[in-house]
């Protein structure tokens, strides 16, 4: 079912719309989200920071709900909507229950539009065919079809993606906790897919794990080494109750850290912020440590923390001479950019990207001028002090250009102001830069739900209680805080 868009004042729907976490609201018909196409930055620097937060977030939850079908395969990206991502599915999964708990949409709605999406993923076929399959040992190709939901192309299999859609599974087993038969299916499935899946089998040369596996070529050369986003990969694979991974896998994964300073910040460095950020969705890592960060004393969400206000000091320290780089315009992560090639800008010769992985850490530097909202807007529960007030500059400086129906766009370059560059996604507004067309469902999850986190602590209040959760973490010999006395 969509939401139909409609126009309300929009004080008035906020005041209508949130609703307090915990108190999850009765199946009564959902409000209608507002229809427009972006902010002006008088009426962005007039809001509150709560009102500006609950803008973002309903913008960013609409993308999931009215982009997804209604057989959850969520697309990748959209509006260049060819294929559907595995990784979108489980944020999408996940937000469905920010939706209800803010009153977006019915309980009634996100159950139905979540059966559908785990009644695919658990029936569809799987094998080592390179066609007509959705994946294997348990495992999901990282790209589908957006109608069939079968491997798309070449895809591979993929050890990451798959444990972001377990993360949005097992959020919606822990979220839908009545006895309502459609409730009681969702828990059942979400069982079942993540006990199907054979861990094991992106291990082919212990102890670490392999990051893809095709059909025709086998298992990629590229393993899971130095700190990344596969700390949930490795928390899920030890927590298993069929096929685990032993502890060694984890300890073979935390030993390849690079603890070292950057920007005047000590910490485990990995140059893009979606490192830094994916496994926190799911993860409260607040104060519970594994033997490797207790000996540093600090836990994994100080590391990211410390990891944000690196990349903030790099953006205002600005090597490069980069346009608007400074203390509310930063974020370097994983992003598209308008194409490859080489330009002189600024006096200065410039190479730009097309999809890359950007980002500052020690002795790793990759930067174009290409900034990502999503990495501000995912470090939000880590240095709100910084992260809020980017996003409201960035809303603010750039207006609908950027921020628009369905929040931030993917990314945007101030540097690229000359329409004569010959950029092949996005477009060039004289004077201002060039901004993205895409929405990406990689970082419109971790905007909504960080915010979500920190805002509420929903997300995390409720896989404190996932079983796989809670044994993952023991058994990689987490302790302390919240996890006391839970690991005996």
Not at 326 to 352: C, K, M, Q, V, Y
Not at 393 to 410: Q, S
Not at 454 to 463: F, Q, S, V
Request: charged share 20%.
């Amino acid at each position: 079912m969509k939401v139909t868009q409609r126009k309300l004042q929009l004080a008035g729907l906020l005041l209508a719309l949130v609703s307090t976490v915990g108190c999850k609201p009765a199946d009564e018909p959902a409000p209608e989200p507002v229809g427009t196409t972006g902010p002006s930055s008088t009426s962005v620097a007039a809001m509150s920071e709560d009102e500006f937060l609950d803008e973002v977030q309903q913008r960013t939850f609409r993308w999931f709900w009215e982009v997804t079908p209604d057989n959850g395969l969520t697309p990748d990206r959209w509006p260049s909507r060819t294929l559907s991502s595995i990784a979108a599915v489980g944020f999408a999964l996940s937000a469905y229950q920010v939706g209800v708990e803010r009153g977006w949409i019915t309980r009634a709605q996100a159950r139905e539009r979540t059966l559908a999406t785990l009644r695919h993923f658990w029936s569809a076929p799987q094998g080592p065919e390179p066609t007509g399959r959705i994946g294997h040992q348990g495992f999901f190709y990282h790209f589908l079809d957006g109608q069939s939901g079968l491997r798309h192309s070449d895809s591979e299999l993929s050890s990451i993606d798959t444990t972001l859609f377990l993360g949005g599974v097992l959020l919606a087993q822990a979220y839908f906790d009545a006895s309502h038969a459609d409730e009681v299916a969702i828990r059942e499935l979400a069982d079942k897919i993540y006990a199907r899946v054979q861990w094991p089998f992106f291990r082919p040369s212990p102890p670490r794990v392999t990051m893809g596996w095709r059909p025709a070529r086998g298992y990629g050369p590229a393993q899971w080494s130095g700190y990344d986003e596969s700390l949930l990969l490795h928390v899920l694979a030890l927590g298993s109750p069929t096929h685990p991974l032993g502890p060694e896998t984890y300890e073979a994964y935390v030993s390849t850290h690079e603890w070292t300073d950057f920007e005047g910040q000590a910490h485990v460095n990995f140059a893009p912020l979606f490192g830094h950020q994916y496994s926190h969705v799911w993860i409260d890592f607040r104060g519970i440590h594994d033997a490797h960060m207790a000996e540093r004393g600090i836990d994994y969400f100080e590391n990211s923390r410390r990891a944000t206000l690196s990349q903030r000091a790099y953006a205002v320290e600005n090597p490069s001479a980069w346009r608007d780089y400074g203390e509310n315009i930063w974020g370097l992560t994983a992003s598209d950019g308008p194409g490859r090639f080489t330009a002189r800008l600024d006096g200065t010769e410039r190479e730009i990207r097309a999809y890359w992985a950007r980002g500052a850490a020690h002795g790793d530097i990759r930067d174009d001028g290409m900034i990502a909202p999503t990495a501000a807007g995912g470090s939000v529960p880590f240095a709100p002090e910084i992260a809020i007030p980017a996003l409201r500059t960035m809303a603010e400086r750039y207006g609908a250009h950027l921020f628009t129906e369905y929040g931030f766009l993917d990314a945007f370059n101030p540097t690229l102001r000359e329409t004569v560059l010959a950029v092949t996604r996005g477009s060039i507004v004289p004077g201002l830069g060039w901004f993205n067309d895409d929405y990406l469902g990689i970082d419109q999850g971790p905007i909504l739900l960080m915010i979500e986190n920190h805002r509420t602590g929903l997300i995390w209040k409720l896989m404190r209680e996932s079983a796989p959760i809670v044994r993952g973490l023991c058994r990689a010999g987490y302790r302390d805080g919240w996890l006391q006395g839970r690991c005996e």
